[in-house]
């Protein structure tokens, strides 16, 4: 199981496209089932304090997972998620990317 949430400071030009981008992204690279798709885009620009450094667009992408993942596994899809939010108009110095594990049984 996972669940993605993806927060942004700005607003992107096609939403449908980044989270259909992003489930391919977990089904490519963490091998999810194409039926489990459970993705929120929180576009707030108003409300979203980023590092004061890193001006322009960012982005906070937290993955919560219900197993850990092997090294390989988890820098692969780091990378991949990079490429994705540069993609979609993020620059990769403005994006934090957080997974969590959250083990089965504590899913509901």
Same mark, same amino acid.
Request: charged share 20%; aromatic share 4%; glycine share 2%.
């Given at each position: 199981?996972? @669940?993605?949430?993806?927060?942004?400071?700005?607003?992107?030009?096609?939403?449908?496209?980044?989270?259909?981008?992003?489930?391919? @992204?977990?089904?490519?690279?963490?091998?999810?089932?194409?039926?489990?798709?459970?993705? @929120?885009?929180?576009?707030?620009?108003?409300?979203?304090?980023?590092?004061?450094?890193?001006?322009?667009?960012?982005?906070?992408?937290?993955?919560? @997972?219900?197993?850990?993942?092997?090294?390989?596994?988890?820098?692969?899809?780091?990378?991949?998620?990079?490429?994705?939010?540069?993609?979609?108009?993020?620059?990769?110095?403005?994006?934090?990317?957080?997974?969590?594990?959250?083990?089965?049984?504590?899913?509901?």
């Amino acid at each position: 199981m996972t @669940l993605t949430r993806l927060t942004l400071n700005t607003t992107v030009a096609n939403v449908d496209a980044l989270s259909h981008d992003l489930h391919l @992204l977990m089904q490519q690279t963490l091998d999810i089932p194409p039926e489990e798709r459970l993705i @929120l885009i929180d576009e707030n620009p108003e409300s979203f304090f980023s590092p004061t450094d890193q001006p322009g667009p960012f982005a906070l992408l937290e993955i919560t @997972l219900n197993q850990e993942l092997e090294t390989q596994t988890r820098d692969n899809l780091f990378r991949q998620a990079t490429v994705l939010l540069t993609h979609h108009g993020i620059p990769s110095s403005n994006r934090r990317i957080l997974l969590r594990h959250i083990p089965l049984e504590n899913w509901a």
